[in-house]
Nanobody, 126 residues
């Protein structure tokens, strides 16, 4: 099982980025995929989860309305579209495979996943 994030980098406040998570070594169709982030000095937090029927749950109030998850099983890839970014969004972003096909209804935790990507840096700064 392998998950590889891409699409991070430096962006100005108010800008957008789309992160990709390329999955291999398993059938993406059968698993929900989550996105986490970890800012310096803070705990890793679950941002969103998209399940096998494309239902998405957002767990962080500050990103609701700005971040959108999507998936393309034909490309074995999950995406996180991030709009109107602010410096508070600066963090290392990780995708992770859920242990099953559906997402937790609330408070997505690191224990809900079994495989992680290596993470990618997103820096929002002018």
């Amino acid at each position: 099982v392998q998950l590889v994030e891409s699409g991070g980098g430096l962006v100005q406040p108010g800008g957008s980025l789309r992160l990709s998570c390329a999955a291999s070594g398993f059938t993406l169709d059968y698993y929900a995929i989550a996105w986490f982030r970890q800012a310096p000095g803070k705990e890793r937090e679950g941002i969103s989860c998209i399940d096998i029927v494309d239902d998405t749950t957002i767990y962080v109030d500050s990103v609701k309305g700005r971040f959108t998850a999507s998936r393309d099983n034909t490309k074995n890839t999950v995406y996180l579209q991030m709009n109107n970014l602010s410096p508070e969004d600066t963090a290392v972003y990780y995708c992770a495979r859920d242990r099953g096909p559906y997402c937790s209804a609330s408070n997505y935790n690191t224990g809900d996943v079994d495989y992680w990507g290596r993470g990618i840096q997103v820096t929002v700064s002018s």
